[in-house]
């Protein structure tokens, strides 16, 4: 089992930034690819961005492209998003996973196993 713990959600303002963190702890935390989704009001949760293991390869969703950069530390077991930026459409509550095991499927919610409780980023206009 591998546990995840988000933090950094806040209320900001367009055109302003903040960095999320997503702590892992338990079994080989280190050795899995980890990624951010996020959910919005009203709507289906989405990808946002992935690293993989060795944070040699990442992948972003176009809206967020130029805006976001995902980075883990492997030492501290923590991946997180810095978000720059940041537009009221940015609003959702974000959610840290792991467990992936084909980095093509990284989009897809199914393809990820475990899931942290998520953490709220407001964005006002």
């Known amino acids: 089992q591998v546990q995840l713990v988000e933090s950094g959600g806040a209320l900001v303002q367009a055109g302003g930034s903040l960095r999320l963190s997503c702590a892992a702890s338990?079994?080989?935390?280190?050795?899995?690819?980890m990624g951010w989704f996020r959910q919005g009001p009203g709507q289906e949760r989405e990808f946002v961005a992935a690293?993989?293991?060795?944070?040699?390869?990442?992948s972003y969703t176009d809206s967020v492209k130029g805006r976001f950069t995902i980075s883990r530390d492997n030492a501290k077991n923590t991946v997180y998003l810095q978000m720059n930026s940041l537009k009221p459409e940015d609003t959702a509550v974000y959610y840290c996973?792991?467990?992936?095991?084909?980095?093509?499927?990284?989009?897809?919610?199914?393809?990820?196993?475990?899931w942290g409780q998520g953490t709220q980023v407001t964005v006002s206009s």
């Open positions: 338990g079994r080989t935390a280190s050795g899995y690819t």
């Open positions: 996973a792991t467990g992936l095991s084909n980095w093509g499927q990284y989009a897809r919610q199914r393809a990820w196993d475990y």
């Open positions: 690293i993989s293991r060795s944070g040699g390869s990442t």
